[in-house]
C-alpha cells in the first residue's frame, strides 16, 4: 500500500509541474477525438484509484468525507461521458448494417442515442468532453497530494474490494458520507446528568432508500456494539396505549428506537412516545425517526439527515457494475450497448419515478444484460430493447393506455414492462400492481415461485396472473419483497403497417 501511495503522489507531483505545459501544447495542437477520449480514460483511472482507496477507509472528518463525495461525482459524471462516446461508434457500426426495412419501424433513431438527455444539458459534444477534461484536471490537482497523505490517518475497513462488495449487492452505494454522519450522531455521548434522548430526523422522498439507509447502519458492527438492543417502531405502535409501549421499550441496556413514519406525526401521538422512552431505557439511547415530511425536522434535537436521489451519472456506475461484475465492458461492446439503451430509456421514459425505486428495478434490469453475457444473445437483447422502444409501443405503453384496458383491478397502480420477442406479431407486456408485500426469505409459505428475472428471461409462461419476487434482501432479517403481476397480449400496430407495405410493393 505504501508503495502504491508513492506512485500516487509522484504522479499528481509531476502532472502538477507538466500542467501548464500541456495546456500551452494542446492550445497549438489540437487534440483528435480519438486522444481525447483516451487522455479522460487515464484521468479517469488515476481518479478511480484515489476514490476506492478513500472508500475503503472509516473517514469520520466531516470536510473529507465531503472532498470524498466530490471526488466520486466527478468520477461517476465522467465515466458516464465516457462510456457514451465509447457506445456512440458501437451504436453507429451496428445501425449501419440494419436494413432500411428495420429502421423504418421506429421513428426513434439510435444512431443519436448517444447524446444523452440530462434535463437541459446533452452528453455527446466535443464541447462537454473539453469540460470534463479541464474539470477533471482542477479536481486532480488541486489539492489532491494533501488529501491522499490524510488518508494514511484512518484505519482500514478490512473488507474485500470496493468492486466486488458491491457487486455482492450488500454495500450502501454513494452514501458513505451520509453513513458516517448517522453513526456519528448514534455514538456522540449525551450530555452527563441530561435526561433528553438524542433524536434524528432522516427525511427524503418515497423509494430514496431511508429504510435501507437505516438498515445498513444497523449492521454496522460499531452500532451492534454499542448499543444492546434494536426497535423498530410504526405509525401504528403510536397509537398503542402508553402501558404497552413501555412495556415493549422496557430493557435495562442502551436503547436504538427506529421510528418509520408514512407522513407526519401528531404532537399528542409524538409527545407520549417520547415520555415512554425517556422513563423506561437508559442514558445513551438514541431515537430516529424516517419520515416523507419535511415537518419532523422539529422534533430532531439536531438537524435532520436529508436524503436525495442519486445523480443519473452515479446510477449508471452502479447499473454498469451490477451488470458486468468483474469482466470488463469494453470486452462486450454489445452488451455494453444493450446495457446503455435499457438505462437510458429507463430514465428518459421517468420509469424510475412511479415505481420501486431506482436501485431496485437498476439491479434486477442488470441481470437481464448478465444473462444475455452469459448466453451470448447480446445482439437479440439490444434488437428486443429497439423493438420494444418504437414509437408507437412506448406511446401507448407510457400513456398506461394497454394498461387500463387490460387491468382487472383498477383500483390498485401499476406499472409495466414490455417484452417484445424478435421475429413474431404478438408480444406481451407484464402488468406489476404496485402494491408490495415482504415476507421472510426462509418463509417458503410466503416466497413465490417466480422472480423478477423470470419475468425479463421470458421464462414464465406468458398469461395469467401470479406473485413474483421483486427483490430479495441480502442483509439480515432478509426481506422478500413481493408484488403481484399480469402478463397481456399485445399486437403492435407496426406489423399490420409493414405487411400493407409489402403488399404494395408486389403489386
Request: net charge neutral; with cysteine.
Amino acid at each position: 500500500m505504501d508503495i502504491l501511495f508513492s506512485a500516487i503522489l509522484g504522479e499528481l507531483a509531476s502532472r502538477s509541474l507538466s500542467l501548464l505545459i500541456d495546456r500551452c501544447s494542446s492550445k497549438l495542437m489540437p487534440s483528435s477525438m480519438e486522444e481525447k477520449i483516451q487522455r479522460l480514460q487515464r484521468m479517469l483511472l488515476r481518479l478511480a484509484v484515489i476514490v476506492e482507496e478513500a472508500e475503503g477507509r472509516r473517514i469520520t472528518n466531516y470536510a473529507m468525507l465531503r472532498k470524498l463525495n466530490m471526488l466520486r461525482q466527478d468520477m461517476h459524471k465522467g465515466y458516464y461521458l465516457l462510456d457514451t462516446f465509447r457506445l456512440q461508434q458501437t451504436h453507429e457500426d451496428d445501425d449501419n448494417k440494419v436494413s432500411h426495412n428495420t429502421l423504418a419501424l421506429s421513428n426513434f433513431n439510435f444512431t443519436k442515442r448517444a447524446r444523452v438527455s440530462i434535463g437541459s444539458r446533452r452528453y455527446g459534444d466535443k464541447g462537454e468532453l473539453d469540460q470534463m477534461i479541464d474539470k477533471l484536471e482542477i479536481s486532480m490537482d488541486d489539492d489532491m497530494v494533501e488529501f491522499v497523505l490524510l488518508l494514511n490517518n484512518y484505519p482500514s475497513m478490512h473488507r474485500q474490494p470496493y468492486t466486488t462488495y458491491m457487486f455482492m449487492e450488500k454495500c450502501m452505494f454513494g452514501r458513505q458520507m451520509e453513513m458516517e454522519n448517522f453513526i456519528k450522531f448514534l455514538l456522540q455521548p449525551e450530555f452527563p446528568n441530561s435526561d433528553n434522548l438524542g433524536v434524528l430526523p432522516i427525511i427524503g422522498p418515497a423509494k430514496v432508500g431511508k429504510s435501507t439507509l437505516v438498515a445498513h447502519v444497523c449492521y454496522d458492527e460499531r452500532v451492534c456494539n454499542h448499543f444492546s438492543r434494536i426497535i423498530f417502531l410504526s405509525d401504528s405502535d403510536f397509537r398503542e396505549e402508553k402501558t404497552l409501549l413501555t412495556q415493549r421499550l422496557r430493557d435495562g441496556g442502551r436503547l436504538l428506537v427506529v421510528v418509520e413514519l408514512a407522513d407526519d406525526v401528531g404532537h399528542d401521538e409524538w409527545t407520549r412516545m417520547y415520555s415512554s422512552c425517556r422513563s423506561c431505557i437508559s442514558a445513551g439511547s438514541k431515537i430516529i425517526i424516517t419520515s416523507r415530511s419535511e415537518k419532523i425536522a422539529k422534533l430532531g434535537t439536531t438537524h435532520p439527515l436529508h436524503i436525495k436521489f442519486l445523480s443519473r451519472e452515479a446510477y449508471w456506475y452502479f447499473f454498469k457494475v451490477l451488470a458486468f461484475g468483474s469482466s470488463n465492458p469494453e470486452d462486450h461492446p454489445k452488451a455494453a450497448s444493450a446495457a446503455m439503451m435499457i438505462f437510458n430509456s429507463y430514465f428518459d421514459m421517468e420509469w424510475y419515478m412511479n415505481f420501486a425505486g431506482p436501485f431496485l428495478e437498476l439491479s434486477n434490469l442488470a441481470g437481464l444484460v448478465q444473462t444475455s453475457l452469459y448466453q451470448g444473445s447480446c445482439l437479440s437483447l439490444r434488437e428486443r430493447v429497439k423493438l420494444c422502444l418504437t414509437k408507437h409501443a412506448r406511446d401507448k405503453v407510457t400513456n398506461k393506455y394497454l394498461i387500463t384496458a387490460g387491468s382487472g383491478d383498477s383500483r390498485l397502480k401499476s406499472n409495466c414492462i414490455f417484452i417484445p420477442r424478435i421475429n413474431e406479431t404478438v408480444h406481451y407486456y407484464c402488468e406489476i400492481y404496485d402494491h408490495c408485500r415482504v415476507g421472510l426469505a426462509h418463509d417458503q409459505e410466503e416466497a413465490p415461485e417466480f422472480d423478477m428475472q423470470d419475468v425479463l428471461s421470458e421464462r414464465v409462461a406468458p398469461h395469467g396472473r401470479f406473485d413474483v419476487v421483486m427483490w430479495r434482501s441480502h442483509l439480515p432479517p432478509y426481506y422478500s419483497y413481493i408484488y403481484s403481476c399480469e402478463i397481456h397480449e399485445y399486437r403492435p400496430v407496426t406489423n399490420c403497417t409493414t405487411e400493407l407495405r409489402q403488399k404494395k410493393r408486389k403489386i
